[in-house]
């Protein structure tokens, strides 16, 4: 039963920490933006359910922390509940300089500010956590030489040999094996052009990495193969370190790609291109975070990037309930003039909820089917 406990708890609390800090600076940036434009928050929580602890700060804002630590909200004056639909009734009922306040008495740019800055706050996190581990720990570099091809691999086909180096993809300069890794596993069946030095003589050989699914932490993913390894004798590594402004200069670009990987995945997605089956839920992020865990605080510390980078992402779909929800709202107002009805918009939010549900079931499911046989011992078991 001990046992149970501890290999439950190895998986469970780095997930809660993963999930608290995203959350966290996630609404951190409604509320800043928010009290900035002048709007009251009523409340500040971290988690939904029952309250464990809270304080009332000097503005009159309720900082909670609830027993379900799956999300957050903040509550600005005059919202009905924590997803900022306005208790219209509630609002004309107050006295004038009370329902100046309110979130729904601001004009529209002040709104679409204080919902955009969730997001923004997201990307705004991983751009510093990322800094942060390159400026503390640097990065170790595998020079991008081709050690050994495999048999009938797309670059067997192509024609490489062991001892290539590569020296760009596409005219992209590739200054280490992960950036080749990168560009290969992003661009399945689809045509590569890679200069090589080979003995001190530059090549052109165009190869086509091809579409295989593999393992993952977090199960099977599709990826491109172009079928050569790197051998990592001591002499191909080499340890970089850097400053303070090539960290943020490294955090930008490294956010960027992530930011083009997981648009590009939810792009896909939405027109039937992408496959639904590598969205994870709580049991799977849950999982990635033990992992990680496991492999120190610096690979900790880059799944909280990455998955803030997502959910920044996420957030900003224009699917009512989500923030991109709420400003399409906006805009829709600002080209018409007036705000949609109230009849409009709770249509609209109930859409979102049944969106938001079904890939909140489909992320479990995808969990289940991955984790097979452990989790449900571990579902039926809690």
Same mark, same amino acid.
């Given at each position: ?23 966290? $600076? ?37 900082? *909670? ?5 799956? @999300? ?22 107050? /006295? ?6 309110? $979130?729904? !008495? ?27 581990? $390159? ?8 020079? /991008? ?6 048999? @009938?691999?797309?670059?067997?086909? %192509? ?5 290539? =180096?590569? #020296? ?30 080979? @003995? ?9 990495? *091809? ?36 960290? #943020? ?19 896909? #997605? ?22 990680? !865990? ?23 779909? /224009? ?7 709420? =400003? ?10 007036? %705000?949609?009805?109230?009849? !409009? ?38």
């Amino acid at each position: 039963m001990l046992d149970a406990l501890y290999s439950t708890g190895l998986y469970v609390i780095p997930f809660i920490v993963v999930l608290t800090i995203v959350v966290f $600076f996630h609404e951190l940036g409604h509320f800043w933006v928010g009290r900035r434009c002048g709007i009251k928050v009523d409340a500040f929580s971290i988690g939904f359910g029952p309250e464990l602890f809270a304080f009332v700060d000097r503005h009159g804002t309720r900082w *909670r922390v609830a027993a379900l630590p799956l @999300g957050g909200y903040v509550k600005f004056h005059g919202d009905a509940n924590g997803a900022s639909m306005t208790d219209d009734a509630a609002v004309e009922a107050m /006295p004038a300089d009370e329902k100046a306040v309110t $979130f729904a !008495a601001q004009p529209i740019w002040k709104r679409a500010a204080t919902v955009a800055a969730g997001p923004i706050a997201n990307f705004i996190l991983a751009i510093v956590i990322f800094a942060g581990v $390159f400026f503390t720990y640097g990065r170790s570099v595998l020079t /991008p030489r081709v050690d050994s091809v495999a048999a @009938g691999s797309a670059a067997e086909a %192509a024609g490489f040999l062991p001892g290539d =180096l590569v #020296l760009s993809i596409d005219g992209q300069q590739i200054g280490s094996f992960n950036e080749l890794q990168r560009v290969v596993t992003t661009s399945p069946d689809k045509a590569l052009t890679f200069l090589v030095d080979r @003995g001190g003589k530059g090549m052109t050989l165009t190869a086509t990495p *091809r579409l295989k699914e593999v393992d993952s932490p977090i199960g099977k993913t599709r990826v491109g193969l172009l079928g050569v390894q790197a051998g990592g004798k001591p002499e191909d590594w080499r340890t970089e370190t850097y400053g303070l402004v090539d960290s #943020l200069k490294l955090a930008t670009h490294e956010t960027w790609f992530v930011v083009r990987q997981t648009a590009g995945y939810l792009g896909g #997605l939405a027109v039937g291109r992408e496959s639904p089956d590598q969205l994870s839920g709580p049991a799977g992020l849950a999982q990635v975070s033990g992992e990680m !865990a496991k492999l120190g605080v610096a690979a900790l510390l880059n799944l909280v990037a990455i998955l803030s980078i997502s959910i920044g992402l996420l957030n900003l779909a /224009p699917v009512p309930l989500l923030d991109g929800g709420h =400003l399409m709202f906006y805009l829709i107002e600002a080209i018409r003039g007036r %705000a949609l009805n109230e009849r !409009a918009q709770e249509i609209g939010f109930r859409i979102g909820i049944a969106v938001v549900g079904g890939l909140m079931v489909l992320a479990t499911y995808n969990d289940i089917a991955r984790l097979g046989p452990p989790i449900l011992k571990w579902i039926l078991r809690g």
